[in-house]
C-alpha cells in the first residue's frame, strides 16, 4: 500500500524550527493540505507561519503552544488540529532536545513526549479522524540509537528507547485494530541547532574531551534531505521498521538481529 499525500494533515511536533519544519514544508510540496506546527516556541512559529505562507498560501499551517512533555498539551494540539482541519493522517514526533546536562529533561521531551505521541495518536486521534485506510505516526530517532556515542550516553538511550517502541508498537497486532503504520527514522548528523550547540551540553570535561576527539569525524548532512527523504518513506516503509538517513545517501533500513539466532 501507498499511502497517497494528497489533502492529508499531519502534525508535527517541534515543527516550527530545524528540521521538523523542513518537514512541514516537504510535505506540503507533497500534497499535503495542512500542517499543525505542536511546538514550544511562539517566535519561531510566527517566522515559520509567514515562510509557509509565503511559499503555499493562507490556511496551510495552525501552530499548537505545545510541550510534549505534558500530554495534555499535546492532546491539545490534536484537538486544534480537528477543530481547525477535521482530520489528522499523519503525526510526526519529531520534538527533541541534545543536552545530558539537564538529562531528566532531556528524558521527558525524547521519550515520554513520544509516548504521550504515540498514545494519543494510535489509541484514539489517527484511527477516528485519518481519512484513507492508514494513518502513520513517525518516530525521530537517531544514529545514536544504534551506534556508540560515549560524550552524550543518556541522549543514545533516549533515542534507542524511540527504535525499540516503535518495534514493539510496530506490529500486526496492534496495526489491525488502528490501521496506524510506525516507523522510526535514524538520521545520521544533520545541519541543525542540535549539532551546532552540542559542544557543553553534555555531564564533564571527560564527556567533553570525548566529543572533541570525536567531532571532526561527523560530517553533518543538510536537513532538507532528511525531509525528503522521509516524506518518501512516509508513503510506503512496512510497518514497524527503522530506517537510517546519513550522509545524504540512500536511507537503508536497519535491521535488529532476532535473539533467538544468537549462538547459546
Known amino acids: 500500500m501507498v499511502l497517497d499525500l494528497v489533502g492529508k494533515i499531519a502534525l508535527i511536533s517541534g515543527g516550527a524550527s530545524g528540521i521538523g519544519l523542513r518537514y512541514a514544508k516537504e510535505l506540503l510540496r507533497n500534497g499535503v493540505k495542512a500542517v499543525t506546527l505542536a511546538d514550544t516556541s511562539s517566535e519561531f512559529a510566527q517566522t515559520a507561519s509567514t515562510e509557509i505562507e509565503k511559499e503555499f498560501g493562507p490556511n496551510r499551517a495552525l501552530f499548537v503552544k505545545t510541550d510534549v512533555s505534558d500530554i495534555q498539551q499535546f492532546d491539545n494540539a490534536f484537538k486544534k488540529t480537528i477543530e481547525k482541519y477535521k482530520h489528522v493522517d499523519i503525526l510526526i514526533n519529531n520534538a527533541g532536545i541534545l543536552n545530558d546536562k539537564i538529562w531528566e529533561k532531556q528524558i521527558g521531551i525524547n521519550v515520554n513526549g513520544v509516548?504521550?505521541?504515540?498514545?494519543?495518536?494510535?489509541?484514539?486521534?489517527?484511527?477516528?479522524?485519518?481519512?484513507?485506510?492508514?494513518?502513520?505516526?513517525?518516530?525521530?530517532?537517531?544514529?545514536?540509537?544504534?551506534?556508540?556515542?560515549?560524550?552524550?550516553?543518556?541522549?543514545?538511550?533516549?533515542?534507542?528507547?524511540?527504535?525499540?517502541?516503535?518495534?514493539?508498537?510496530?506490529?500486526?497486532?496492534?496495526?489491525?485494530?488502528?490501521?496506524?503504520?510506525?516507523?522510526?527514522?535514524?538520521?545520521?548528523?544533520?545541519?541543525?541547532?542540535?549539532?551546532?550547540?552540542i559542544s557543553g551540553r553534555n555531564l564533564g570535561d571527560a564527556y567533553e574531551e570525548s566529543l572533541q576527539q570525536n567531532i571532526d569525524t561527523l560530517p553533518p548532512q543538510e536537513p532538507e534531505y532528511v525531509a525528503k527523504e522521509v516524506t518518501k518513506l512516509i508513503q510506503s516503509c512496512p510497518n514497524g521498521t527503522v530506517w537510517v538517513v546519513e550522509e545524504e545517501q540512500p536511507p537503508y533500513e536497519y535491521v535488529f538481529p532476532e535473539r533467538e539466532t544468537m549462538p547459546k
Open 115 to 197: 509516548v504521550h505521541g504515540i498514545l494519543l495518536g494510535m489509541e484514539n486521534y489517527l484511527p477516528k479522524y485519518k481519512q484513507g485506510p492508514e494513518a502513520v505516526i513517525v518516530n525521530m530517532s537517531s544514529i545514536a540509537a544504534i551506534g556508540i556515542c560515549p560524550f552524550i550516553p543518556i541522549y543514545c538511550g533516549t533515542k534507542a528507547a524511540v527504535a525499540a517502541m516503535t518495534r514493539s508498537w510496530g506490529v500486526p497486532h496492534h496495526y489491525e485494530r488502528t490501521k496506524v503504520r510506525l516507523l522510526a527514522i535514524c538520521p545520521g548528523v544533520t545541519a541543525t541547532p542540535l549539532i551546532a550547540d
